[in-house]
């Protein structure tokens, strides 16, 4: 009797004890799922919300006006940097020198956002689409100009454009003015040898590349003595050697030259007759002038065939970037993207 009043009293507490440990380990259990869930929510928000902060730097738009047909065009950034690229540098460039044409792009638009003051510029738009600016082309239009080479060298492009997307090149944490040009005469030009203020990255550097490696290091031209005198305001004297130069600048360029007692700026020689370069020399052949030049462009910057002669030799986007323009940092600009469109939105608002 007393065995079964034993059994009788165990079966019952395993009856009240079981349920209570059943009860405790599913608590435990669904507390620990419960948590669980909570952290991949939170996981889940993170995560949606840096794609979210990743959306708004992408969406960055460029206002561009597009002279042809007199608008303002809203171009996404990366888009932008891409048609400009395409427009400013050949898609056969080598990639390294593609992504450094994408780097300073990138940068001379950056800059212009955070200035917007270069030009005088018509309503609603940042910059313009000739080479006041950058030289910028629509996907449409360059599919015309290329036709069935498209998508060969737009794939090419956009390589170049998004290996690089969201870097510019500062100074001391500020974009740089990112100046650009075709061909060097072996040498780069100091900024304030040809526009009125000192940049302490934009010196003087040597670029060999560029006698090799462009079909324009070297031109001649032959203009109307009468065209130059109506040009240049002056009365070119009737001798061969009727104004010798005498003074260039660090970069090899004309610093400035005198004619009939009128001192000129190589800067000003060159954009009045539309010379290649202001590394010239001259001399007058009867009615004529014959003009040699020496390089293509103004000479401030990256030289692109120079960029190209770099990349050929090994020399990668950053070093090539680092070389043209001193004393400067590759930084991420996302942050300085990002309240810029918010800017932008508020202003719409």
């Given at each position: 009797?007393?065995?079964i ?27 620990a ?7 991949v ?11 979210v ?45 593609l992504?450094a ?11 212009q ?20 600016h950058q ?6 239009e360059?599919?015309?100009l290329?036709?069935?080479?498209y ?12 290996a ?26 100091n900024?304030e ?7 302490p ?23 109307p003595v ?6 240049l305001?002056v ?7 009727f ?7 660090e970069?090899g ?77 590759i ?11 918010l ?7």
């Amino acid at each position: 009797m007393k065995q079964i009043f034993v059994v009788i009293s165990v079966l019952t507490s395993v009856c009240i004890v079981l349920p209570a440990v059943l009860v405790m380990l599913f608590s435990d259990s669904r507390a620990a799922t419960d948590l669980a869930v909570d952290h991949v929510a939170e996981d889940k928000g993170e995560r949606a919300e840096e794609e979210v902060g990743k959306e708004e730097v992408e969406e960055v738009f460029v206002p561009v006006y597009r002279d042809a047909s007199e608008t303002v065009q809203e171009v996404e950034l990366e888009q932008y940097v891409a048609g400009v690229v395409a427009s400013e540098m050949p898609a056969s460039f080598e990639m390294e020198a593609l992504k450094a044409q994408a780097l300073v792009a990138r940068t001379f638009v950056v800059k212009q956002m955070e200035n917007e003051e270069s030009i005088q510029l018509p309503e609603g738009a940042l910059v313009t689409d000739t080479t006041s600016h950058q030289v910028y082309h629509s996907n449409e239009e360059l599919q015309e100009l290329w036709g069935s080479d498209y998508d060969e060298k737009m794939e090419r492009i956009q390589k170049a454009v998004y290996a690089t997307k969201g870097e510019v090149i500062t100074h001391e944490g500020t974009p740089i003015t990112a100046s650009f040009f075709s061909t060097s005469n072996g040498y780069t030009e100091n900024a304030e040898d040809y526009w009125a203020n000192e940049l302490p990255y934009l010196k003087s550097v040597e670029s060999p590349w560029d006698q090799n490696n462009s079909p324009r290091f070297t031109n001649t031209v032959r203009i109307p003595v009468s065209d130059a005198e109506a040009k240049l305001g002056v009365s070119i004297p009737a001798t061969e050697e009727f104004a010798p130069i005498t003074e260039r600048t660090e970069g090899g360029r004309v610093q400035e030259v005198t004619i009939s007692g009128e001192t000129f700026h190589g800067r000003e020689i060159r954009e009045a007759l539309g010379l290649d370069s202001s590394d010239f020399s001259w001399h007058r052949e009867a009615d004529e002038l014959v003009v040699s030049t020496k390089g293509w462009g103004h000479g401030v910057g990256m030289s692109q065939y120079g960029a190209d002669g770099m990349a050929k030799s090994g020399k990668s986007y950053d070093e090539i970037v680092a070389h043209y323009y001193q004393e400067i940092q590759i930084e991420n600009h996302h942050s300085q993207l990002e309240q810029y469109a918010l800017n932008t939105v508020e202003e719409d608002e």
